[in-house]
Nanobody, 122 residues
Framework: QVQLVESGGGSVHTGGSLRLSCAAS????????MGWFRQAPGKEREEVAR???????AYADSVKGRFTISKDNAKNTLYLQMNIVKPEDTAMYYC????????????????WGQGTQVTVSS
């Protein structure tokens, strides 16, 4: 079992930056694949980025070059640095964890946080 709590969301203007955090507790955090997902109103939940146990990262095409996923195993915390944000980045952002898989699809993750809202205004 792992519990996930996101923070760092808020309102930001186009072109600005924001850093999301996801604090994990309850299990050996470093042994989990971790991911960031987002869901805008009326749309399906989609992958933003994921980080493998090895540290290898993968990104959605829409955020490549603008967002960076990272983790601090000593602090049991996952991060998402969001730069050059756009109005289309507006969504609820969730972190997720899975002890076995590291898929692109959100259906492959066992544990989820409650989400943090990001709103980008033009």
């Amino acid at each position: 079992q792992v519990q996930l709590v996101e923070s760092g969301g808020g309102s930001v203007h186009t072109g600005g930056s924001l850093r999301l955090s996801c604090a994990a507790s309850g299990s050996t955090y470093s042994r989990y694949c971790m991911g960031w997902f987002r869901q805008a109103p009326g749309k399906e939940r989609e992958e933003v980025a994921r980080i493998y146990i090895s540290g290898l990262t993968a990104y959605a095409d829409s955020v490549k070059g603008r967002f960076t996923i990272s983790k601090d195993n000593a602090k049991n915390t996952l991060y998402l640095q969001m730069n050059i944000v756009k109005p289309e980045d507006t969504a609820m952002y969730y972190c997720a964890a899975d002890p076995v898989n590291c898929p692109r699809s959100p259906s492959g993750y066992r544990y989820w946080g409650q989400g943090t809202q990001v709103t980008v205004s033009s």
